[in-house]
């Protein structure tokens, strides 16, 4: 997976002020997941992308 689009999600999750758990319950999954993608060891599908960005007030774009 592309380590740039993890760190940028990391990144993006604290700036807009979000603890692991409660992004990934608004993501609709579990926490450990969450950390899955934000370490680049999962790529997240279209969907959560989409939705994480609606989350951390951040375009699509922004997050690639």
């Known amino acids: 997976m592309n380590t740039q689009l993890a760190l940028d999600l990391r990144l993006a999750r604290r700036k807009a002020g979000f603890t692991q758990d409660d992004a990934a ?3 609709g999954v579990r926490a450990p997941r969450l950390s899955v993608l934000e370490q680049g060891r999962k790529r997240p599908n279209l969907v959560q992308i989409c939705t994480l960005s609606l989350i951390y ?8």
Do not use: P
């Open 57 to 64: 007030g951040r375009s699509f774009e922004s997050l690639f």
């Open 25 to 27: 319950h608004l993501l």
